[in-house]
C-alpha cells in the first residue's frame, strides 16, 4: 500500500515540476514566469519530499525532509517578490495583454521606494515619537 501512495505522490510531484518548466517556456512575460515556476515548483519538490520521507520512513530523514520543505515555503515566495519588484523597478515591460499595472505612479524610481515614504523620513519619525 505504501509503494502505491508513493507512486502517486512522486508522479504528481512530477508532474508539478513538469508544469513548472512548461509555464516556464510558455508564459509572455517575466512576472508570470515567476509566479509558475515559483508555485509549481515549490509544490513539485515538496510533493517529492514528501514520497521520499514516506519510502525510507526514517525519523532523521523524515525531520529533513520537512525542514526542506517549511523553508522552501518560506523562502520561495518572498525571493519571487524580490525579483518581481527588482524587475518591476528595473523597467522590465508586462505583457501587453495585461489588464493593467496596479504599481504604475506609485513608486520613486530615484529612490526605489514608494512614492511619498523614504526610509530615512520613517526612521526619523520613529526617533522623535
Same mark, same amino acid.
Given at each position: 500500500?505504501?509503494?502505491? !501512495?508513493? /507512486?502517486?505522490?512522486?508522479?504528481?510531484?512530477? !508532474?508539478?515540476?513538469?508544469?513548472?518548466?512548461?509555464? %516556464?517556456?510558455?508564459?509572455?512575460?517575466?512576472?508570470?514566469?515567476?509566479?509558475?515556476?515559483? *508555485?509549481?515548483?515549490?509544490?513539485?519538490?515538496?510533493?517529492?519530499?514528501?514520497?521520499? /520521507?514516506?519510502?525510507?520512513?526514517?525519523?532523521?530523514?523524515?525531520?529533513?525532509? !520537512?525542514?526542506?520543505?517549511?523553508?522552501?515555503?518560506?523562502?520561495?515566495?518572498?525571493?519571487?517578490?524580490?525579483?518581481?519588484?527588482?524587475?518591476?523597478?528595473?523597467?522590465? =515591460?508586462?505583457?501587453?495583454?495585461?489588464?493593467?499595472?496596479? %504599481?504604475?505612479? *506609485?513608486?520613486?524610481?530615484?529612490? %526605489?521606494?514608494? =512614492?511619498?515614504?523614504?526610509?530615512?523620513?520613517?526612521?526619523?519619525?520613529?526617533? =522623535?515619537?
Amino acid at each position: 500500500m505504501s509503494d502505491f !501512495l508513493i /507512486a502517486i505522490i512522486s508522479t504528481i510531484g512530477a !508532474l508539478f515540476m513538469l508544469l513548472a518548466s512548461v509555464g %516556464l517556456m510558455r508564459m509572455p512575460d517575466f512576472y508570470l514566469r515567476v509566479s509558475v515556476t515559483t *508555485k509549481a515548483g515549490s509544490m513539485g519538490v515538496g510533493l517529492i519530499l514528501i514520497a521520499s /520521507a514516506i519510502y525510507f520512513w526514517d525519523f532523521g530523514i523524515t525531520t529533513r525532509a !520537512l525542514a526542506i520543505i517549511f523553508f522552501l515555503l518560506i523562502t520561495a515566495p518572498v525571493s519571487a517578490h524580490l525579483l518581481g519588484r527588482a524587475a518591476y523597478l528595473s523597467n522590465v =515591460k508586462l505583457w501587453e495583454k495585461s489588464s493593467g499595472d496596479d %504599481l504604475e505612479g *506609485k513608486y520613486d524610481r530615484s529612490k %526605489l521606494s514608494l =512614492k511619498g515614504i523614504s526610509p530615512r523620513e520613517s526612521k526619523e519619525e520613529k526617533d =522623535k515619537d
